[in-house]
């Protein structure tokens, strides 16, 4: 498979009253295409850092993002970030958010048939004339994926989308996105602090150390899916990875 | 019914006041200062020959004009003070100067420029108005929150699409607020302006039943129309925070 992601020896720090505070320091990694990376860490480690520098929304102190072969330095259709607080606009209608990255030289209406045609996908029918204020918050969620995947992303950048929602939506949703991304392959790097989430949905589990942070480990999940949270495998592996964290899962 | 027992208490006031200022005319004999009857009778009088109707008209007509000049010059100046930040520094010292001064210390100034037709009161309503609203939409631009325009930069859309689907809705609201008060100050100084040698509006008309005649029982039906007109006009600005477009920002 060919590669998607190639981060280089990025490095980051930022000023602070006390000198500067380094955050990110030395992570290289690749992802293949259409590859699914989980990237797990101790709150405050700079994983969302990371992330910010890979989808091109801050520059690195040194190091460099390429997104096939190319180096990127300022965010693109190509990869959406979906962060934690949501940016779903809530001036706008379901449709009218879905509508709102699509390209100015598609009719009115090709873009109401693919805003349409995403707000199915995700459950949201029926949905389509509402206002964001009108929702939940996991069809907010709902809403920012589809949005995310109506421009066709060659990658979608993921930082704790679920973790505002509670344990059952979570989940939930968790499943929304496995069946989603067995209709269309996108290559996925998504951030979160729940292992158990990383092993649902990633082939490879990246561990980071605290600040700064580096690559400490790196775990490939070679389950098929739909995976069986409660199996002797899912078990293991998640006491492995909490263990690397630095957390001792049997004693807790 | 509850809506009713909560504006009890504030009829009550009213009524505690009109019956308070009935017994002092009465008990300290006054041939000057009106009783509240005198005060209906008066306004009935105004209505009957049709002058309660031209000068209301001529005070609001002056209102329309100068505070809808001051909308179309306020919100993109505002607009722009507020996404570029050299056109900020550039204006908001003048801006700053200006606005602290009252708009009654320009009369003589308008006077002088315009002389004492309807476009000195226009003018003096422009220039009251004017700047709370510039002040109001800069601070609405100033705080769009920076996840939604991170989700328009990655979407990579157009600077139209940015400014009618992003900036313009997320500032609206505060448009909206800045035009209350801007509404407010303009009716405020309407009547100020008004006393100054015109020979119509609600303030000429306050001005003239003093000064032909003692007419006090007229000069406070002046007073308490323009209150009420003054009411209704807010009245009308908050319905506009009713509108779909705007409805995100007063919920939660």
Known sequence: MSIK??????????????????????????????????IVGPSGCGKSTLMRMMAGFMPPDSGRVLIDGAIRTCPSPQGILISQHGSVFPWLTVQQNLMFGLNGALSMSEKIAIADHYAGIVGLRGFERSYPHELSGG??????????????PAILY???????????????????????????????????HDVEEAIHLADRVMVLSPRPTRIQATFEVKLPHPRKL??????????????SLGVDADAA | MSKLRQSLPGLAVIVLLLAAWWMIVKATRSVIFPTPWQVVTGIVELIRDGTLWRHIGASLGRVGSGFLLAVAVAVPIGLWMGWVRGVHDTLNPL??????????????IAILWFGVGNASPIYLIFISSVFPMIVQTVAGVHTIEKRYLRAAENFGVSRHTLFTQVVIPAVLP???????????VAWLVVVAAEMI??????????????????????????????????LMLDGLMRLLEGLKIVRWRYVH
Do not use: C
Not at chain 1, 162 to 182: C, G, P, T, V, Y
Not at chain 2, 211 to 230: C, F, K, S
């Open chain 2, 174 to 184: 505060q448009i909206i607020v800045g035009m209350r008060i801007g509404l407010g």
């Open chain 1, 158 to 192: 993921m930082d704790e989308p679920f973790s505002a929602l509670d344990a059952l939506m979570s989940l939930r949703m968790r499943n929304e996105l496995l069946k989603i991304l067995a209709q269309e392959r996108h290559t996925v790097l998504l951030i979160t």
């Open chain 2, 95 to 108: 801006f700053q100067i200006l606005r602290p001064i009252s708009p009654i210390a320009w009369i003589p």
């Open chain 1, 230 to 243: 409660t199996s002797p495998e899912v078990q293991q592996l998640r006491v492995d990875i909490l263990r």
């Open chain 1, 139 to 152: 069809m907010l969620k709902r809403v920012e994926i589809a949005r995310a995947l109506a421009v066709k």
């Open chain 1, 5 to 38: 992601i190639e981060v280089e020896a990025l490095r980051k720090s930022f000023a602070t009253d006390n000198g500067a505070l380094a955050v990110v320091d030395d992570v290289s990694l690749q992802v293949a295409d259409g590859e699914f990376i989980a």
């Open chain 2, 197 to 230: 040698a015109l020979r119509s509006g609600l303030g000429y008309l306050i001005m003239d039943s003093r000064n032909a005649g003692n007419r006090y029982d007229l000069v406070i039906a002046g007073m308490i129309i323009i209150g009420l007109i003054g």
